[in-house]
């Protein structure tokens, strides 16, 4: 053990890519629960930009909740419409008054969230298609840990929380994180039909990989029925393809299985996104810090999104351990699987963990001694320069969702 | 009395322009009680020209009620911010569903509202200075009196109400009339650190007139305390010539009364109206349908603004009074001053009042049997033309405040 | 004219009892507009006595916005439900930082309005047919006129407003007023079925006059279609009587002019009043300070209820108008009609009115001369005693609306 | 494997209990997501046992979004005071009209979240210190699965989704849990000082066994600082007398351990929940289905609290697992740990899930092959009476944070 507690053993079970049921989900950009995470982040940033810029250091804010209430909509193939809007209540805690200054947190937290779904769901108009409400408490007076423009010192651990991170992802979680990426990338950059509200479900049990997409078509683009389906398909091969690129499994890709021709019965939405129509979200709800929702492994309950990145240390330690999980397996070979976690205590310096333990399952031949040693000096690496997360939340670098 | 009971009489007192004491206001347009006014009207207009455009008709509406809660801002020369957003919620009730279709009535609330606020107060970041909910409620699916796109029938009025007009105006009453418009329109097109919030107030004490006004000048073209002491003596040397042209009696014009240089206090705003700071608004509470408030004259409780221009008897009488009055001095000479009260009869055609009586005080040595045929002759024409009200409310060319 | 600048002078009109037509109307107690007067004026009540009590003065607050979203109600003969609560939002500024301590503004506000609620509108119950929610915005710091325990200093005018009150009441305007009164008074207590949304409209045409009420029944006390027409005819009787007591003209009464029984279509609600079910209400669109809208007076557009009684310099023109009418009328026979209209001065002490006009119409054989002495000497004594009037609204001794 | 597809496998891990490290967390029902969380699901509740009253089967809602905003408020020994409210918005969606009735399904969340604030958190005066709001959208029309009064159908599964059980708990489980309901019940009862937002973190090393507990006091029953430190002391030996009762290892108690008496910083709260002062809350984000958080165990991300318990596999499985998990223990001997996973398939009945693994550590000397048909049996037996878990949902029997 060094002096940060960091502990390398072995993983008392076997690695998830070995295991014989495997679930895996990731909830798209503009799943409703996503968009809160997206807006809960986003004003988060926003604010912290602000600080810095307005008073050198990042002053007292919380803004992990926010909670959408489904609109209601009435798509048609070539276009719909919004019938009434979608209600979204951005809610948390931010320092108003500091030193003679009086900090608009609440303007700041309206233009963040109108420009992060302006880029998100650009086919939802803020104020008309979507009513976006504030409320944000006065932050507590009390000085914060400082992170300031010149200098940063480590803060203390408020509270006793945890963080875990996992690497290497296995072939079913790349293939769900990548699939929805790419999705809502290159091709939607070629197909505007596809809605950013795009769901994706992996199970393998043995080497038989399912992939279920449920993927918000959007009616503006949409002429037929037959281009509805002929949607459906090009999505369906899409993820084929981008499976095909992480495993060697057999992977049956399955897209709005709940379609019913007959009935009329079909994904389709005017903006993109499932809110428009009975479905509410809120922040934390989806997708864990790694993009992921895992059952297979450890998960922290902590709402990564929204939370103030420089002192809050549930965020801190699950965004930390996953990037420290990622250099891990980036530098030493022969690592299967790993878990990080990060147990805080209050009042000691967070790149200072109670415990940082480290559980490895290595490839077959090799041993912990061998890895332990590596492992070990990245952790440590890694803990020290915690403050670094951060700076890329702060940065809008580091999805935490 | 004709077949609409059509009444020309000498109206029991002296007219407006002759008494020893004359009370005039005018709430401009960025006052907040007028932006209530004008988003209720806005969002009346979109509906019923919506429903037009897609059921043909005017389908039951009742949108008169809108809450303004002001918001917090820091004026500052050269440009301030808005801390805390207005808050802006359209009440009323609509008409979703019809036949099949779903209208999406919320929808066309907000966007009228969205377009008139970008038009009236430019400075007004929507969506970021100002938080626009609704609650529209359903209203009753009963169907309204026909105001198609192909027919037009003269409707029942549902209800004993009254409408009032006056003409012609006051010198007064027109100084303080056409001063806000003139300064929010060719005077702010010159001068663009005056804000919409303009409020006028004229006292006539025999002849002599004072004008009092307060002006929300905006920071952003306001760099200095010098720049705003020119920008307030040049709205009071405009208002002054306004004055002069419509009156020759004793004229003094004053600017932001309530300012204290030296302690720094003056009407200093970020957005152009004190709905940015402390000052709350509603329907209904500014100017009446003629855009003044003249304790002087009878006037009407009725919000006008907002209501149905199908079948909102107090909205069409009071619309319908006011160009009445403006007619007959138009057409008629020798008249000093008018009155013109529509009363409404449950259950008639609205071109049948119960009671259309006008009160006249005409000119020395003319008598009410001079132009009484004339007047009579005049308000039957426009009686019977009722229906055109409802036109040009719906096409937007009548101001109801 | 004395020091206070008060005149006495003849009206340049008939007495409004004397007047061809005449057309008065009271929205009863609970009107969706009456309820939002209701509730503005007593959370501005309890705001004052706890400023009272809690820092020895009155502070800074306004809060004449109410804004009443009407629910939606399932009525039926034996008890019906409201099924969509109505919402409403308390909205206004008061002090909530004074001298190191906080003041609980919204939830004193919260709590006046449960209280009024419960008090007035029984059936309606609170937090499940109706939510109240609240948006105080922080009032300016700035100290205010001293109101407070041990001593009272008249403050000035902050404003140049005016305030306008009449008398003696019309028999009209009496049986309106009474009839109002007594039926959510004495005749509610002996018949529960009748709802305080009780509204009267007095139509006089010469010795005609016609009282149309509008009573919401409420239907758990009204079990059959005859039960309804039972409670309908014992409220024109009612109303039938009362007028009887105030008049020897003809009064012919309506209620429920609108009902179809064959078409099941009656006044009957769940709660008593219209706010159930698609009737919106707000602050000042309803009865002036006096209790009624008469339309063949000079009113004052100022909303009354809920300002601060301390300074704010309409209200206190508008009650103390109303009181000095009364007074006069009480003591000074041989008066027909008396309008009394108080115009502030900005700076000057609001017991020395800039002007205070008092014009008179005298019985016949009386002149101006006769009385102008006492009806002056009235007027100076009440002025002289104006805070009183700031006292008794405090204490809820005066009615607003 | 049964036709259920029933697997009982040795787990890849060691039992939690034998594990190094252990964490465990427990919100009591008074922190701000546990009220959202039982808000939740009392409004569930009370929709379901109203729809079953109304129409004879329960129809589709969800309403498994709820938000806190949290209040200001300002204790002092002795008593203090909420100064602005906390603001609770239930949101979902619900079936309001059914085959011509109108169900009241605002009303009923309401008074379902009225009741549950009431019963548990008693200090909160519902309406003054909270306003509880509410936007429930239309349900879509679709008759749902029967669960009606006569019969009942196992309904199909509409997701694919996944619950888990675990079962025994290790003793820091017990203890968090225990401590908890107990503190909540038998000590409030005889010290009603201490308010329901009790949070509890169990950390178990080896054998040194860490109980943290944060437990708001409320200020009404606490006169002095000497109180509060013999409150914070009667709850420490409370919570060290529970803890006895469930380990022989080393347990060590601290309470409020962020308390600095210097400072007077103390968890002195007026309501007894920290959501009267800056602590927001929603549902979903703090304990599990069986009312811990475990991140030693696998976790199921959803939100049981406020899902439809007819038709929401999601709850459904969680709930049942956990309960298959406790009769397991409850009935068959030598079994050290056990999970439970049931993983649905759309469009098949629920009582057949795709998978039912329940994974077994056995105790020393005993063999999975001793315990798989027992363990089988029950599964299968629980699985087959799956729809007694949505009665007793409905029933209010099972708790579901």
């Known amino acids: 053990m060094t002096e940060r507690n960091i502990r390398v053993e072995p993983i008392d079970r076997q690695a998830v890519e070995d295991q014989e049921v495997e679930i895996v989900e990731r909830k798209g950009i503009g799943h409703p629960d996503s968009i809160c995470d997206g807006i809960a982040e986003s004003v988060a940033g926003a604010l912290a930009r602000e600080y810095l810029d307005r008073v050198g250091e990042v002053l007292?804010?919380?803004?992990?909740?926010?909670?959408?209430?489904?609109?209601?909509?009435?798509p048609a193939f070539g276009g719909g419409e919004v019938v009434d809007p979608i209600y979204l209540l951005i809610v948390g805690r931010a320092t108003k008054h500091y030193d003679g200054q009086v900090i608009p947190t609440e303007r700041i937290a309206l233009t963040a969230a109108r420009e992060y779904l302006e880029e998100t769901i650009p086919q939802l108009e803020v104020g008309e298609d979507i009513?976006?409400?504030?409320?944000?408490?006065?932050?507590?007076?009390?000085?914060?840990?400082?992170?300031g423009?010149?200098?940063?010192?480590?803060?203390?651990?408020n509270d006793t929380s945890f963080g875990v991170g996992h690497a290497p992802l296995t072939e079913t979680e790349r293939i769900v994180s990548e699939a929805e990426r790419r999705l809502n990338g290159e091709f939607v950059d070629?197909?505007?039909y596809l809605g950013p509200d795009v769901k994706i479900?992996?199970?393998?049990?043995?080497?038989?990989?399912?992939?279920?997409?449920?993927?918000?078509?959007?009616d503006e683009y949409i002429p037929t029925m037959d281009a509805y389906r002929d949607a459906v398909e090009s999505v369906r091969e899409f993820v084929e393809a981008v499976a095909s690129e992480h495993t060697d499994r057999d992977v049956t890709v399955y897209v709005n299985t709940a379609d019913d021709y007959d009935e009329?019965?079909?994904?389709?939405?005017?903006?993109?996104?499932?809110?428009?129509?009975?479905?509410?979200?809120?922040?934390?709800?989806?997708?864990?810090?790694?993009?992921?929702?895992?059952?297979?492994?450890?998960?922290?309950?902590?709402?990564?999104s929204g939370k103030n990145p420089v002192n809050h240390i549930g965020k801190i330690y699950n965004l930390l351990s996953t990037e420290i999980g990622k250099s891990v397996v980036d530098e030493v070979d022969d690592i299967r699987d790993l878990r990080v976690r990060l147990l805080s205590q209050i009042g000691r310096p967070i790149d200072q963990p109670h415990v940082a333990d480290v559980h490895v399952v290595?490839?077959?031949?090799?041993?912990?001694?061998?890895?332990?040693?590596?492992?070990?000096?990245?952790?440590?690496?890694?803990?020290?320069?915690?403050?670094e997360i951060t700076r890329r939340v702060i940065d809008g670098e580091l999805s935490t969702f």
Do not use: C, W
């Open 131 to 147: 009513v976006v409400d504030v409320r944000l408490g006065e932050g507590s007076g009390d000085l914060q840990d400082v992170f």
């Open 264 to 304: 009329g019965s079909i994904y389709l939405t005017v903006t993109g996104t499932s809110a428009e129509q009975g479905d509410d979200g809120s922040v934390g709800r989806g997708n864990r810090a790694n993009g992921l929702i895992t059952p297979n492994r450890s998960m922290s309950m902590e709402a990564t």
């Open 190 to 192: 070629e197909n505007p």
């Open 362 to 387: 290595t490839d077959d031949g090799v041993t912990i001694e061998d890895v332990e040693a590596d492992v070990e000096a990245i952790v440590d690496r890694e803990l020290a320069d915690v403050t």
């Open 201 to 218: 479900m992996g199970k393998r049990e043995g080497d038989e990989i399912d992939v279920t997409v449920a993927a918000a078509m959007i």
């Open 149 to 157: 423009e010149d200098e940063v010192s480590v803060p203390m651990a």
């Open 60 to 74: 007292h804010f919380n803004t992990d909740e926010t909670q959408l209430v489904a609109g209601e909509a009435v």
